[in-house]
């Protein structure tokens, strides 16, 4: 496998830039998912990776070799690139080994590789002779996956993979994929707009808003210490407080928090797994329960502070406070700041 460098790539429909200077580096044997709002531009990339769509400005390299630049632009299907498209798209006429063994030279399509691929995707032996529409949505999955991976690409590049599945089934079926990846040391990038996705499967998060990364960090550095609020937001539970800072502990509303930042006003972040709610009786922070959202094991209960403020918390089901409810409030841990847009 290859790594993936994308340097100053530009691409615009009309008077529409599509994607402004955007620069991103996977590591050889990493994955890297690339997290957007829809529209904002994914898709594109991926596909001018693939080689589908031509670059306006800036280059693709894979490994040590230029596939898109200025002067070059390398064909699809001589880029060495396996494309899993959105849903997986297998063919309908085709069996599971029809499909697998597509992209193979007819010389090389043996039963010993048949059977490699289906135990790397997972998938038991006896299912080579289905027809797609006989298979499960995450099976159907693991075969395209099958038929990107049989020519042993450099890098493999996966389109909102789990987008046609159920809740229930993206989680395993995403899990599933990673395991697939891993064991064959692929180079991948995979696009999604699924936050949970994104930082659950990948080496590296790539965030993208409006054409442009916003921040390329781990998926640990993305939810800890986000860029910007609206990255904050986008990547889970966020409650945005306003706060005056004064020797790295911030005061709001909220309480007294630690926090890395200079004097002055700010808005910290406080994430739900961060709001421990307790009896109202002594708290020196009490908020009123405005809703409770029920998750099984999990609740989520959003409160307003003293002054109205919202503040959302994750708190075990069996605690389960009602709305109009009183509750003290501890924020444990530090947070992270922002500057003050008041
Ligand atoms: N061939 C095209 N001609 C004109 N505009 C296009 C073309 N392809 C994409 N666009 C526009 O470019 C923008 C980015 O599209 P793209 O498909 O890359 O977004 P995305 O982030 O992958 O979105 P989604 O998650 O909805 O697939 C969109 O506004 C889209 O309408």
Same mark, same amino acid.
């Given at each position: 496998m290859s790594s993936v460098t994308i340097a100053g790539v530009v691409k615009a429909y009309g008077d529409r !830039?599509? %994607?402004?200077?955007v620069d991103l580096h996977v590591a050889d044997g990493s994955i890297t998912s690339v997290l957007?709002?829809?529209?904002?531009?994914k898709t594109t990339l991926l596909r001018i990776v693939a080689g589908f769509v031509r670059a306006d400005a800036g280059s693709v390299t894979l490994g040590e070799r230029v596939v898109e630049d200025g002067r070059t632009a390398v064909a699809p299907d001589r880029r060495g690139v396996g494309y899993v498209p959105q849903e997986g798209a %297998?063919?309908? /006429? %085709?069996?599971v080994a029809g499909n697998i063994m597509f992209g193979i030279p007819r010389g090389e399509r043996t039963t010993s590789r048949l059977g490699e691929l289906l135990e790397l995707a997972e998938l #038991?032996?006896? +299912?080579? /002779? !289905?027809? #797609? /529409?006989? %298979?499960s949505g995450g099976q159907q999955q693991r075969v395209a996956i099958a038929r990107a991976l049989a020519p042993a690409p450099r890098v493999i590049l996966l389109d909102? #993979?789990?987008?046609? +599945?159920d809740a229930a089934l993206r989680i395993s079926a995403g899990k599933a994929v990673t395991r697939v990846l891993r064991h064959a040391g692929a180079t991948a990038l995979i696009v999604t707009h699924d936050q949970g996705e994104a930082l659950s499967l990948a080496d590296q998060v790539a965030v993208m808003r409006a054409g442009r990364f916003v921040q390329v960090d781990s998926p640990a550095g993305i939810y800890e !210490?986000?860029?910007?609020a609206e990255t904050a937001e986008f990547v889970g539970g966020a409650s945005m407080i306003a706060a005056e800072v004064s020797g790295g502990i911030a005061r709001c509303v909220a309480g007294a928090i630690p926090v890395a930042a200079a004097d002055g006003r700010v808005r910290v972040l406080i994430r739900p797994e961060q709001v421990l709610l307790g009896p109202?009786?002594?708290?020196a922070v009490v908020g009123q329960v405005t809703e409770v959202g029920f998750y099984g094991a999990q609740v989520v209960v959003t409160l307003a502070l003293a002054d109205g403020t919202p503040l959302t918390a994750r708190a075990p089901s069996a605690r389960t406070p009602r709305p109009g409810d009183e509750v003290g409030v501890v924020i444990e841990g530090s947070a992270v700041t922002f500057g003050d847009e008041s």
């Open positions: !830039r599509v %994607l402004d200077a957007g709002a829809s529209g904002c531009g %297998l063919f309908p /006429h %085709l069996d #038991p032996a006896d +299912l080579a /002779h !289905r027809q #797609p /529409h006989q %298979l909102e #993979p789990f987008s046609s +599945l !210490r986000p860029a910007d109202a009786a002594g708290a």
